[in-house]
């Protein structure tokens, strides 16, 4: 089994911050990573598609990087609108694991 | 618009069956393979099972197989998930979720329903 890892497992930013989100797994999974925003009772939204490619409709302040097991999103200027879990998940092998989750509020 | 609408969760003694289903509009449906993921409230996300787009070939989590079983219907537009000998470990949101891909394998969801939530209590 592929183990995920992300770090922190929360954050506090203000507005207009530039913020950091890592992931971490237990063995290569070349650029087969996905990240996902989660609002409070709403269903997760695609990011970012194989490490670094931004989903369709997706704003440009977000970004993503990495490749074998380490990984990073990263948000330029954080909006308002961005204060949610985001959440890592591997397609490298058919288990489809997700990270544990990071919550980004404000400070 | 894409949409995907889930429905049939509710409550359900520990052993029973259940089966939910999922009808999508907005999008080719029988182009896209799909995929049910589940969440505990307040808990992180898993990944329960996916289907190509032909229902060629279907995967599950270890912690479903042999007791949940994926299907489709392309001509209807719909998804289904057949969950038998259930558990309390069970209780959860489930979302269907729709793969950028035709394979299962691909594992990339670009889009969700808002989840039927499933509680398995005695």
């Known amino acids: 089994d592929i183990q995920m890892t992300q770090s922190p497992s929360s954050l506090s930013a203000s507005v207009g911050d530039r913020v950091t989100i890592t992931c971490r797994t237990s063995?290569?999974?070349?650029?087969?990573l996905n990240w996902y925003q989660q609002k409070p009772g709403k269903a997760p939204k695609l990011l970012i598609y194989?490490?670094?490619n931004l989903q369709s409709g997706v704003p440009s302040r977000f970004s993503g990087s990495g490749s074998g097991t380490d990984f990073t999103l990263t948000i330029s200027s954080l909006q308002p609108e961005d204060f949610a879990t985001y959440y890592c998940?591997?397609?490298?092998?058919?288990?489809?694991?997700f990270g544990p989750g990071t919550k980004v509020d404000i400070k | 618009e894409v949409q995907l609408v889930e429905s049939g969760g509710g409550l359900v003694q520990p052993g029973r069956s259940l089966r939910l289903s999922c009808a999508a509009s907005g999008f080719t449906f029988e182009e896209y393979a799909m995929h049910w993921v589940r969440q505990v409230p307040g808990k992180g996300l898993e990944w329960v099972s996916g289907?190509?787009?032909?229902?060629?070939?279907?995967g599950y989590a270890d912690s479903v197989k042999g007791r949940f079983t994926i299907s489709r219907d392309n001509a209807k537009h719909s998804l289904y998930l057949q969950m038998n000998s259930l558990r309390a470990e069970d209780t959860a949101l489930y979302y269907c979720a729709k793969d950028l891909d035709a394979s299962w394998y691909v594992g990339q969801f670009d889009c969700w329903g808002q989840g039927t939530l499933v509680t398995v209590s005695s």
């Open positions: 194989a490490a670094s």
């Open positions: 289907i190509s787009w032909n229902s060629g070939t279907v």
């Open positions: 998940q591997q397609s490298y092998n058919t288990f489809h694991t």
């Open positions: 063995q290569s999974i070349t650029r087969y």
